[in-house]
């Protein structure tokens, strides 16, 4: 990885940002035909972009799909944390696109407009609620985590198949992505001072450190959860479509 990184960053700096704006516009758009468009299910898998599975009330209106009512959580978690402003602050806003030292400032002064920043405002003070989404994108990652373990029970009783280690594979990395989130690392135990002063300080301590290793990798959670998000609902697509067919590796009973 650290090979990988050191490639990237000698590559030219608008590089990244157009990256950026590439990758999150191509997830924008498949989502939204994803959850619109066509349905999620097939068999015991469920679409991460569909879970949890809630009723459609009847006086709603006809463009609204039953994934509509959950999938804001996720998506306003992922669109106020703090990796993903910065990444898209610069990827399209250009707020700044890259930052530079002061030398190659005087080459390129409206790369940077550090001085000038004002802080966030506006439409963008609404990120302040990024710990309430936390909140309820936990509630959904447990829901996600029951999906994954409904993918062993099919037809033909217990299997683990290809199907069903691409889901577990999806909740691990968005429960790494979920639980490495500054807000989570702040609400476990970096709103403390004093550990030894309070009841369940030296378990408060060690989960404290656990999710800060995690946070040191946050924005690698963040993009490959988002990956994985997009081959599980892309293989659920292929099923659906009977272009594959989910290759068993054990099975017992039935």
């Not at 910065?86 to 890259?98: E, H, L, Q, S």
């Not at 004093?194 to 993009?223: D, E, M």
């Amino acid at each position: 990885m650290s090979a990988i990184a050191s490639a990237w960053k000698k590559l030219p700096w608008w590089v990244e940002p157009s990256a950026v704006v590439l990758v999150l516009t191509v997830f924008g758009v498949y989502s939204f035909v994803a959850i619109a468009l066509f349905g999620g299910e097939y068999q015991q898998f469920v679409s991460p972009f569909y879970s949890p599975e809630v009723p459609l009330p009847g006086w709603m209106p006809g463009f609204v799909t039953a994934p509509m009512l959950v999938l804001w959580i996720p998506l306003g978690f992922r669109a106020t944390c703090y990796y993903y402003r910065k990444a898209y602050y610069r990827a399209f806003f250009w707020d700044p696109p890259a930052c530079l030292s002061k030398a190659q400032q005087l080459d390129r002064p409206w790369a940077s407009n550090a001085e000038s920043y004002r802080g966030e405002r506006a439409l963008f003070v609404l990120n302040n609620v990024h710990r309430y989404f936390l909140y309820a994108s936990i509630i959904v990652v447990a829901f996600l985590w029951f999906e994954a373990f409904r993918t062993l029970f099919g037809p033909q009783g217990f299997q683990i198949s290809v199907g069903s280690l691409l889901w577990f594979l999806n909740i691990v990395l968005l429960s790494a992505y979920t639980f490495s989130c500054h807000s989570f690392r702040h609400l476990v135990g970096g709103n403390k001072d004093c550990y030894s002063c309070i009841r369940g300080g030296n378990a408060r301590r060690k989960t404290y450190n656990f999710v800060s290793r995690l946070n040191a990798r946050h924005p690698q959670w963040a993009w490959y959860s988002l990956f994985s998000l997009l081959a599980t609902d892309i293989y659920l697509r292929l099923l659906q479509a009977g272009a594959i067919t989910d290759f068993t590796i054990i099975h017992f009973g039935g």
